[in-house]
């Protein structure tokens, strides 16, 4: 069975620079690619609703087919699940429902305490208990973090807010 790594990103501000970055580990470690685009939750599209592709935004369309033109010119298998709500919260639900993922690449905020709009401080606490694996952040070209290391940059020092 083929390892797994999910990207995930939120739609609103998506980084170039995390898929980038995910797509070249992916094929360097020889792993097939989840990407996981969360969409925060709007009156055009509340939680209880699907998401589809044809409803995205022009741009965000756009810079989901070079996720996969990148894929495709690796040689990286790529599946890409959308969803509505908090990036971070939305990582931990689908962390729970795929427990065959063995790697994390997201896009993080540049400044330690900036998190992604509606999200809990505490949902990256529990994704660090809840999965076994590495998570890394992509915060700019050439900066990735674990995530243990971005929590403890938040001041935390270890304990959940």
Do not use: C
Not at 19 to 24: E, N
Not at 96 to 122: F, N, T, W, Y
Not at 125 to 150: A, K, M, N, P, S
Request: net charge negative.
């Amino acid at each position: 069975m083929m390892k797994r790594m999910l990207l995930a990103v939120d739609l609103n501000s998506p980084s170039s620079r995390a898929a980038s970055y995910a797509v070249q580990l992916a094929a360097r470690l020889g792993f097939s690619l989840v990407l996981m685009a969360v969409s925060p939750i709007t009156e055009d599209h509340p939680r209880h609703e699907d998401l589809s592709l044809a409803e995205l935004p022009k741009r965000q369309q756009t810079w989901l087919d070079t996720v996969v033109e990148q894929s495709q010119q690796e040689r990286v298998g790529l599946e890409i699940f959308l969803s509505l709500g908090p990036l971070y919260e939305e990582v931990v639900r689908f962390v729970r429902s795929q427990p065959a993922i063995h790697l994390i690449v997201m896009g993080a905020p540049e400044k330690p305490r900036a998190a992604h709009r509606g999200d809990s401080p505490s949902a990256l606490w529990i994704l660090q208990d809840l999965f076994e694996g590495e998570v890394l952040l992509v915060r700019r070209q050439g900066e990735v973090v674990r995530l243990t290391d971005h929590l403890d940059a938040t001041g935390y020092a270890g304990k959940e807010p």
